[in-house]
């Protein structure tokens, strides 16, 4: 159980179950917030309803905040809200930067900033326009086939090779190789 602040994302206490609202009264943990605050204070009951930042980490906004302000100096701050963007270019430079981070390459070459980093970006300026109305969805039609259709193909695989256990290989076997 987490002490420093024990209500799930539902805002319902961890030990006992009751809202955030009722807890400060009624709870027997006795620690974390609700142990020092007020339950005459209503901005904790209404705050604790609202979108929340704190779950988000600082070092991931900050750093996607660099990959934004890369973008700002390229291109213009805010450009994508005025001139709109199409989903195709902001899915390749997504899959682009996750696909070379999986490859192995952690930094982006031309802006020295880490490839998810740039594929977070990347979605972040995809999903503000489709917040903003500013997207020009030109994905294709939609497919008839879904990624969980290949779940049970995949769970047969791997049942009919239960027997074996080979070695997987990961980044630290290549460290040889060359960049």
């Given at each position: ?22 807890h400060l009264s ?61 989903s195709s270019v ?49 994905r294709p039609p ?38």
């Amino acid at each position: 159980m987490n002490s420093v602040y024990p209500y799930n994302l539902h805002n319902d206490c961890v030990e006992c179950g009751i809202g955030y609202g009722a807890h400060l009264s009624s709870c027997s943990f006795g620690s974390g917030p609700a142990a020092n605050t007020k339950d005459t204070n209503p901005k904790d009951v209404i705050g604790a309803k609202k979108a929340k930042l704190s779950v988000v980490p600082s070092s991931v906004l900050l750093d996607v905040g660099l990959a934004m302000l890369e973008g700002a100096s390229k291109y213009g701050r805010h450009n994508y809200r005025v001139a709109g963007v199409r989903s195709s270019v902001y899915y390749d430079a997504a899959m682009g930067h996750v696909m070379d981070w999986w490859e192995g390459q952690d930094i982006d070459p031309d802006s020295g900033l880490s490839h998810v980093t740039k594929a977070i970006a990347s979605l972040v300026v995809l999903r503000d326009a489709m917040f903003q109305g500013k997207l020009t969805d030109d994905r294709p039609p939609r497919a008839r086939v879904h990624k969980s259709d290949f779940n049970a193909k995949a769970a047969a695989i791997i049942d009919q090779h239960a027997d074996k256990a080979p070695r997987h290989y990961t980044i630290t076997d290549g460290e040889e190789l060359p960049e």
